[in-house]
């Protein structure tokens, strides 16, 4: 989950994942196009169960605004998206999404409810200790620090927006990107196959 430098003690997290996420997508959704796909086949994709997508979105949503649900919001994003990954197997990248979201979770679970941070991850990506200290969702990292190389531990120091991500984010965006590079293709490749007279 990134952090990213805020002026306030609440914390970003949720902004910042969902900022991450639709940056895949698009970096996504770009190659798929350099790649033959087109929007037009995009949104024709057929989705299953799309309130599955909704409830995981409101609950990570959910996660920011009501500190003390944090835990239980990302359990029940983690149930959500495992359902939406059941009934949508087909689409690409979900499995990743998935496990990028159960991994975040098993880490905050693993951690009394608090994703913990790297201090020097968060030095070299310029986010100031102060906003992990006074955030009620993240503590910061130390010996004690439960299943500590999938916590907030990567560095991106992004130019006045400097973040501290998770393997498990990376898996979700990673999840992400794949459905946005290969499914305007796969789904521009089925259209045709159903318009070619045989």
């Known amino acids: 989950m990134p952090r990213l430098r805020s002026k306030t003690p609440r914390t970003t997290h949720t902004t910042s994942v969902f900022v991450l996420l639709v940056l895949a997508l698009v970096g996504g959704v770009t190659v798929g196009l350099i790649r033959g796909g087109t929007l037009d086949a995009l949104v024709r994709v057929y989705v299953s169960r799309p ?12 996660s920011r605004f009501i500190p003390g649900l944090y835990a239980a919001a990302w359990v029940l994003a983690t149930v959500a998206v495992a359902l939406f990954a059941a009934a949508n197997s087909r689409l690409p990248g979900v499995g990743l999404l998935w496990a990028g979201i159960a991994l975040n979770t098993v880490v905050i679970l693993a951690n009394g409810g608090q994703m913990p941070v790297s201090l020097w991850a968060a030095e070299r990506a310029g986010v100031s200790a102060s906003e992990i ?43 992400v990107g794949m459905f946005g590079a290969v499914a305007p293709v796969r789904a521009r490749r089925t259209l045709e196959s159903r318009l070619t007279p045989k």
């Open 51 to 62: 309130w599955m997508f909704v409830a995981t979105i409101a609950a990570l949503s959910v």
């Open 133 to 175: 200290y006074a955030s009620a969702q993240h503590t910061p990292g130390d010996d004690n620090t439960v299943l500590r190389p999938a916590t907030d531990v990567i560095p991106l120091a992004f130019p006045g927006a400097g973040a501290v991500i998770s393997i498990g984010d990376v898996l979700a965006a990673a999840g």
